[in-house]
C-alpha cells in the first residue's frame, strides 16, 4: 500500500494542479437521473463514452423509468444496446438490476454504497461513478484504466487491481477531492497521459511526476 508521507504530499499538489488545468472536468456520460447514469455507466464497460452517449440517446427517450428495464424483452434490449459491445451481459445486467430496484428500492437507484454493490452488474466503480457524480456523495474514488495508469505513473499506486488502486488513492487524497479528482484525471488520459505515448512535454505535472513505467522518451517524437 502507498500511503507515505511523500505519496500524500505529492497527491496534493497533483489536486491542484489538475484542478488549475481541468476546473470544469465533469463525467463525459450524459444522463438526467441517477437511473439514466446507472445505465449509461454499465453500457460503458470496454466501450467509449461517446458510442454510449449515441446509444442512451434514443435509449433514454424509449425506456424512462426502471420498471421499463425490467419489463424489457431480452432480444429487444440487447438490439438497442447492441453496439455498446458485449451487448447480451449488458442487457441482462440492466434487466435485472432494475428488477432489484423495482422490488427492494422503490425504483430509485440507492443512495450508499453498501447497497448500491447488492445490485446485479453493478461494482464499487460503477456505485462510485454514480454515487459521486449523481448525488455528490464521495463513496470512493473512480478507478477506471486512465486512472490507474496515471495513478501508478505518479506513484501514487503500485497496485493494477483497481479496488487495491483505490484503497491508496483514498489514503492520500482529502475525502472532498475524490469526484473531482477522478474526472479530472480521466481527462488528463484522454489528453496528455495517454497509454501509448504519454505526451510528457505537454504535461503540467511533469516536474513532479517520477514517471514510473514510462520510457524517458515518451511523447517525443
Not at 452517449?53 to 432480444?75: G, I
Amino acid at each position: 500500500m502507498v500511503g507515505s508521507a511523500d505519496a500524500k504530499r505529492r497527491a496534493t499538489r497533483v489536486v491542484r494542479l489538475l484542478a488549475q488545468e481541468y476546473a470544469d472536468a465533469v463525467c463525459a456520460l450524459n444522463f438526467r437521473s441517477p437511473l439514466e447514469l446507472l445505465v449509461a455507466t454499465i453500457l460503458s464497460a470496454q466501450c467509449t463514452d461517446a458510442r454510449v452517449n449515441l446509444v442512451t440517446k434514443d435509449l433514454f427517450r424509449k425506456y424512462r423509468t426502471a420498471v421499463d428495464y425490467a419489463r424489457a424483452e431480452a432480444a429487444e434490449l440487447e438490439n438497442d444496446i447492441k453496439s455498446t459491445g458485449f451487448y447480451r451481459n449488458k442487457a441482462k445486467n440492466i434487466r435485472s438490476c432494475c428488477r432489484k430496484l423495482v422490488d427492494e428500492f422503490g425504483g430509485k437507484v440507492p443512495r450508499t454504497l453498501d447497497e448500491m454493490i447488492t445490485l446485479p452488474g453493478v461494482g464499487r466503480k460503477t456505485a462510485n461513478v454514480v454515487l459521486g457524480t449523481a448525488y455528490g456523495t464521495a463513496s470512493g474514488v473512480v478507478v477506471d484504466t486512465h486512472v490507474g495508469r496515471i495513478a501508478r505513473r505518479l506513484g501514487l499506486t503500485k497496485e493494477k487491481d483497481p479496488v487495491k488502486a483505490e484503497r491508496d488513492l483514498m489514503a492520500v487524497l482529502p475525502n472532498k477531492e475524490w469526484v473531482d479528482f477522478s474526472h479530472r484525471l480521466i481527462h488528463h488520459g484522454r489528453r496528455v497521459c495517454t497509454a501509448r505515448k504519454p505526451d510528457c512535454e505537454a504535461c503540467n505535472l511533469a516536474e513532479l511526476c517520477p514517471r514510473i513505467g514510462v520510457n524517458q522518451l515518451a511523447g517525443k517524437s
